[in-house]
């Protein structure tokens, strides 16, 4: 696999992870794995059961593992399987794969920087999202960073309007790539 350093657009729905993935792929002229499912979700029309949690998964990592390997120095993740295990707990408790939360593991020691993406930015109605409601969007906020911080994985929190998210975003990326 490639030698690039991975980083993680992650938060919660609605909080700009897809449209900050795709400004930092273009503004360091890298790939971006986009979060499979999404395309998943619009393929099944909205009916994901819990038997769909490890193809969602494979998904994903092969959107991830494609990305990885055109990647020079750097790639951007609009999600990634800690996620998926913290979307399957909430959607389908007690249904996520072992073998998912043991790859999911794995893969989160291999990125460089995870972005958390604060909710301080106005929800997003989308077909695909659950939780509008601003209670909700805090309670999953905190539940992703005690994701990262009970792992003691490398974040830096993303906040403030759009310019002043990518501002921070790439200013974290050019640390990471600045520690080569």
Do not use: Y
């Not at 509008?132 to 539940?143: N, Q, S």
Request: include cysteine; proline fraction near 5%.
């Amino acid at each position: 696999m490639s030698g690039a350093k991975r980083i993680v657009l992650f938060g919660t729905e609605s909080t700009g992870k897809t449209a900050l993935a795709q400004r930092l792929a273009a503004h360091f002229g890298e790939p971006w794995a986009e979060e499979f499912v999404r395309e998943f979700w619009t393929i099944k029309e909205g009916k994901i059961t819990a038997e769909d949690l490890g193809h969602i998964a494979l998904g994903q990592m092969a959107n991830e593992d494609r990305a990885i390997a055109a990647a020079r120095r750097v790639v951007f993740f609009d999600t990634d399987l800690l996620t998926c295990t913290l979307w399957d707990d909430a959607l389908f408790p007690g249904a996520c794969p072992p073998w998912l939360r043991a790859e999911a593991e794995e893969r989160a020691r291999a990125v460089a920087l995870w972005l958390l993406c604060d909710t301080d930015v106005p929800f997003e109605p989308d077909p695909q999202r659950s939780f509008p409601a601003a209670a909700d969007r805090a309670r999953a906020r905190e539940l992703w960073r005690a994701a990262l911080v009970s792992r003691g994985l490398p974040f830096v929190e993303i906040r403030g309007d759009w310019d002043a998210r990518t501002r921070t975003a790439i200013a974290a990326v050019e640390r990471v790539l600045a520690g080569e």
